[in-house]
């Protein structure tokens, strides 16, 4: 998957959504089998986040998935976010 936008912007923010803005991107691709998913996604913004990158899996064993992710943003300010997020889950 690929997106760009043409305008963006939150309500309120009167930089972002104007003609001549810088345009933000994203990619994502996503494999998936039987019982194993693995993704991962990529973002380009131009706000409040510089850029952005996450990974993520999951395998079931029947009845019961495990699943876990990992993100990663560079923000405007040049501070860094991580997230890291893990799930059981039984059917």
């Keep these: 998957m690929a997106a760009v936008t043409t305008k963006s ?10 003609d001549g803005g810088k345009h933000s991107y994203g990619l994502s691709a996503k494999y998936a089998a039987s019982n194993f998913a693995i993704a991962a996604a990529y ?7 510089n850029n952005e990158w996450g990974i993520g899996g999951q395998y079931t064993f029947n009845p ?23 799930t059981i889950s039984a059917m």
Excluded: F, P
């Design 43 to 49: 973002q380009k913004d131009n706000a409040s986040v």
């Design 64 to 86: 019961v998935t495990v699943a876990v992710s990992y993100a990663n943003a560079k923000m405007a300010d040049t501070s860094k976010v991580r997230r890291i997020h893990s």
């Design 9 to 18: 912007g939150l309500a309120g923010n009167a930089s972002e959504g104007v």
